[in-house]
Structures are given as structure tokens and as C-alpha cells.
């Protein structure tokens, strides 16, 4: 399943986008947020860290995340493609539960006849 950080990531990539908020805007608190998107402030703390990293925001300690540019339109693909990127992982996780899983059947099946 894609991370909800990523969700959350995207969503305020995309409300800054639309001007909810302006460079030099503080966002609103973790806990705030966490309330908002019904998630942990863990979730909203990794969320902000892609956002940072893709320098959108800066978190000044003690007093909270600050807007320090605003993504251009085109730049939602970058939220795009970091669900599919988790999506793909997903994939790839689950295709190889899968073989295990049969691998397993087969083995089994083995033992039996």
C-alpha cells in the first residue's frame, strides 16, 4: 500500500500550488495537520521531510514549517510520481510474497503425493 506520508506530501504540495499558502506562510501545526488528514504526527513530520527535501519548505525549531517556494503546476507530477514509485515497491513486495507462496504449495504438494 502506497505510504500515507506520500499522501499527505502531495496534498500539501498541491494546496500550496492552488495558494493556501505563500512563501514565508507558516503551516499549520503537526498536530494540526495530523487532525486534518486523520494521521499520526509522525506521519505529517515524514511528510514535511519529502517537502523539505524537495525544498518547498524549511522547519525553523521552536517555531515550525515555513513555505519557502511554491511548486509550479507542472510540479505535481513529482507527487505523482512518488506514489507510483510506492506503488511499484508495493507491487514488487507483494509479486514476490506471491512466489514464495507458491513455492511453498509446491513443496507441500510434494510431501503429500
Do not use: C
Request: proline share 4%; glycine share 6%; net charge negative.
Amino acid at each position: 500500500m502506497a505510504y500515507k506520508y506520500e499522501a499527505v506530501a502531495t496534498d500539501l504540495q498541491h494546496r500550496m500550488t492552488w495558494n493556501e499558502w505563500a512563501v514565508g506562510d507558516q503551516l499549520p501545526g503537526i498536530h494540526e495537520l495530523a487532525a486534518h488528514y486523520a494521521v499520526s504526527p509522525s506521519v505529517v513530520k515524514d511528510a514535511q521531510e519529502v517537502l523539505r527535501k524537495e525544498g518547498f519548505i524549511e522547519t525553523r525549531q521552536g517555531r515550525g514549517s515555513f513555505v519557502v517556494s511554491i511548486p509550479e503546476p507542472g510540479d505535481m507530477t513529482l507527487g505523482i510520481r512518488r506514489h507510483l514509485e510506492a506503488i511499484r515497491a508495493d507491487l514488487a513486495e507483494a509479486r514476490d510474497a506471491v512466489v514464495r507462496a507458491e513455492r511453498r504449495l509446491a513443496e507441500l504438494s510434494e510431501t503429500i503425493v
